[in-house]
């Protein structure tokens, strides 16, 4: 499997501009997937709602619509972050297309800093599609932090985690390791670069450094902190089909729910659930 | 809360030596909490389940009344790994003793390769203890590739997870930043070094490099991957009671429990339960 990391930057709002921008680092080139970064379209630091509103799209949309074209020019899928609308809601979403179009979107769960009164919360949980043959899962960007996400990916039966982000902090990249290790699953962290100061004072600082993790914790590549970047790893995904760290220990069926206490905190302290 | 971890180099079979070793590495030191590692009067590698049964001891025996004895010395509590036996059971479990007597056991719950021939799994859960007012949690080694024990104990209000271990793999001590930072939780990883030969063959060494972890992933204390150590570290457990990486992301109240798929994972590629 030929996987093609694509880091760029964005300009805030140009669409068509940062559309035309992925086409043109993308001619010519041939891959199973194609992993962009979160928001790759649009850039990220809205000022309110209703300017995101200004520029979201439903998963039929242009967007969607133009980056099927790419797929079929690269000949697989691809995984690239978008604003989408659905009804009367905006979700900072993620889009698996193809060939032959859309397979569908996953919606970010866990919303960031500002996110929060920007989006709606993904309640479609952490989905896993079938890209010619391959189980690929997807999560965006902070909800790395969240043992929960990739887990309950390589649960369902992901072997590839495809991660779209516009990291500002820079824990992340090394956390995929740890990510990659305790799922034996391949991570494909695609990040963005350049800065967005919309709102004064609040200068955003993206991180780049986009990683390929394999199930082993060997990082196959890594992309520089800053400047746009293209990379390619090929990959045997049945890798992460072997889940065994030792001969008697498999990282999955060695789980222990009964063992475990994770229902919601309460600030008192304690869990409320067993 | 000021925190010592001793690394060190137990001898096989020569509990009444390691003990003495101990005493001794310690002697004068006043701590609040000691940490030290995995099955450190034992050593590790038993042939059998006879002669495991023959060093293992019962949670009121010598070993622990002599740790007991240790902590009042140092004016604080323990935690150290021994093997424990329990009815016919014998359990690779964790000891807290204070100045005042046992307090109770961690029993390992996830058994790392050749221990599950030797050992029981433990059941009882990952505990969370008060140790003079701090609400500490125990793990044990292996436990930490599984990102459901640390987050068992943040979710039961542990502020600092005390980590005895006896680490043959190189993963853990990297991965623990990740398991600090995914918690804002302190991690205080003991390991042994040196290195055991008992069953021919079947050679391991110890990688010590055991370290303390801020809940912003700062690395507080890191040992040598040889040689035994002694590190101090004083630590603030209320900082670990701030779960905010944004003003608005919470790393324990921002979880979803009901988006996430953690139940059994079956080898078909689906786990079971939603």
């Given at each position: 499997m030929k996987v093609v990391m694509l880091q760029t930057s964005p300009e805030f709002g140009e669409v068509d501009r940062n559309l035309d921008d992925i086409d043109r680092?993308?001619?010519?080139?041939?891959?199973?997937?194609?992993?962009l970064p979160e928001l790759c379209t649009t850039g990220?630091?809205?000022?309110?709602?209703?300017?995101?509103?200004?520029?979201?799209?439903?998963?039929?949309?242009?967007?969607?619509?133009?980056?099927?074209?790419?797929?079929?020019?690269c000949g697989?899928?691809?995984?690239?972050?978008?604003?989408?609308?659905?009804?009367?809601?905006?979700?900072?979403a993620a889009a698996v297309v193809g060939p032959d179009g859309p397979l569908g979107t996953y919606r970010k769960v866990h919303?960031?800093?500002?996110?929060?009164?920007?989006?709606?919360?993904?309640?479609?949980?952490?989905p896993v599609f079938d890209l010619g043959g391959?189980?690929?899962?997807?999560?965006v960007c902070f909800d790395w932090i969240f043992p929960e996400a990739a887990r309950s990916l390589a649960l369902q039966g992901a072997l590839?985690?495809?991660?779209?982000a516009n990291l500002v902090l820079r824990y992340c990249q090394d956390a995929m390791v740890t990510r990659a290790i305790e799922n034996r699953i391949f991570t494909v962290t695609v990040n963005r670069v350049g800065t967005e100061e919309?709102?004064?004072?609040a200068r955003l600082t993206f991180t780049g450094s986009s990683r390929l993790v394999a199930p082993d914790g060997a990082v196959l590549a890594d992309a520089a902190p800053d400047g746009p970047a293209l990379l390619y790893a090929e990959i045997d995904p049945r890798r992460a089909r072997e889940k065994h760290v030792t001969t008697?220990?498999?990282?999955?069926?060695?789980?222990?729910?009964?063992?475990?206490?994770?229902?919601?905190?309460?600030?008192?302290?304690?869990?409320?659930?067993p």
């Open positions: 680092r993308l001619e010519g080139v041939q891959a199973d997937l194609v992993v990220y630091q809205f000022r309110d709602r209703a300017e995101l509103g200004a520029c979201a799209e439903a998963a039929d949309g242009r967007t969607v619509e133009r980056m099927c074209g790419r797929a079929a020019a697989g899928h691809l995984v690239f972050g978008f604003a989408e609308r659905a009804g009367g809601r905006v979700y900072n919303l960031f800093a500002d996110e929060k009164r920007l989006f709606d919360p993904g309640d479609g949980g952490f391959v189980p690929v899962g997807i999560m590839v985690i495809a991660h779209p919309r709102v004064p004072g008697t220990n498999h990282v999955l069926t060695d789980r222990r729910p009964d063992q475990y206490r994770l229902g919601r905190f309460n600030p008192d302290g304690t869990d409320s659930e």
